[in-house]
């Protein structure tokens, strides 16, 4: 009786701090969501379609969005064809150097506060990023705000196309994990063992996808880099924790990039409403010095 009594206490308290975090993460986004409905006004004409109809043209959106971000590389040009090969370029050099930095990052997890540690690993899972994203679109639907609206379906198109991507890509490399005990050259297509599911870093995707669009509705620069900031940690924390080399977090993050700006130019026809008046360029740039790597972003 005793060890069963504990049990379910144990079992209650888990089930108390999961539900803490699902309200903490549901209040959050309906902070994000009123944060961003301040930016922009209430187009005219959503109050003349009810919110059905505009669920419904919201839902076939999501779909044509994600098809779309699939067939863009078929209408890539130079300049587009040059970005992923600099991209690639990029994650070459840091395969070079991915049991140096894994080494070197791993070791400084025991200085990382545990919030942060906590924060990394359990907010860049897809259920953590669902919910954000619901809150942002639902705030959106029934206030009838196009923005709000606009910048849930970008969130949860791109997640949802960069995240069956990655299962995908996962499966097909077969990398060998850190935490596997197998070198940074373990490859093993098809493998079914979360072990060699390594490249890219499925975390990294889906937390700074989340931070990339959401950061497209603000100007200030420093808020941008704020929040790529937040968004960078979930992708950081799983070297932290061996679960990823540096390359399978970088690569996942310009997967995140180049999905969101895909989907993003698709809703441009399909909504009135735009981010931002002035369009500002962002160019990342990889820098490999003597005992030093380092990504510049330039807004």
């Known amino acids: 009786m005793i060890i ?43 109050d003349q379609q009810t919110i059905w109809n505009l669920f419904k043209y919201d839902v076939g959106n999501v779909f044509k969005s994600v098809g779309y971000s699939y067939t863009r590389p078929l209408h890539w040009k130079g300049e587009q064809w040059e970005t992923f090969g600099f991209t690639a370029a990029g994650t070459g050099l840091l395969y070079l ?65 960069a995240g069956l991507l990655q299962q995908f890509t996962k499966s097909l490399v077969g990398r060998a994990r850190p935490i596997s005990g197998k070198g940074k050259d373990t490859f093993d297509p098809f493998n079914s063992s979360r072990n060699y599911h390594s490249f890219p870093s499925g975390h990294a995707i889906l937390a700074f996808t989340n931070a990339y669009a959401i950061a497209k509705q603000f100007k200030n620069p420093w808020v941008k880099a704020g929040i790529y900031t937040v968004g960078l940690i979930p992708g950081i924390s799983r070297t932290w924790d061996g679960q990823h080399w540096l390359s399978d977090v970088a690569f996942g993050i310009a997967i995140s990039i180049f999905t969101v700006e895909s989907i993003d130019r698709y809703l441009d026809r399909r909504y009135t409403k735009k981010y931002n008046e002035q369009v500002k360029k962002l160019s990342w740039n990889l820098n490999i010095l003597p005992n030093q790597i380092g990504v510049t972003a330039r807004f």
């Open 4 to 46: 069963n009594f504990s049990k379910k206490k144990i079992h209650g308290l888990a089930y108390r701090c999961s539900y803490n975090k699902v309200f903490f993460l549901t209040l959050f986004s309906i902070f994000i969501s009123f944060t961003i409905y301040g930016q922009g006004k209430i187009m005219v004409d959503q």
């Open 97 to 161: 150097f991915d049991e140096e930095s894994s080494e070197f990052l791993r070791n400084q997890q025991k200085v990382i506060p545990q919030f942060i540690r906590s924060y990394g690993s359990e907010f860049g899972s897809p259920e953590y990023n669902y919910m954000l994203t619901g809150g942002v679109y639902l705030t959106g639907l029934f206030t009838k705000n196009e923005k709000l609206r606009r910048t849930g379906i970008l969130l949860f198109a791109s997640a949802s196309s």
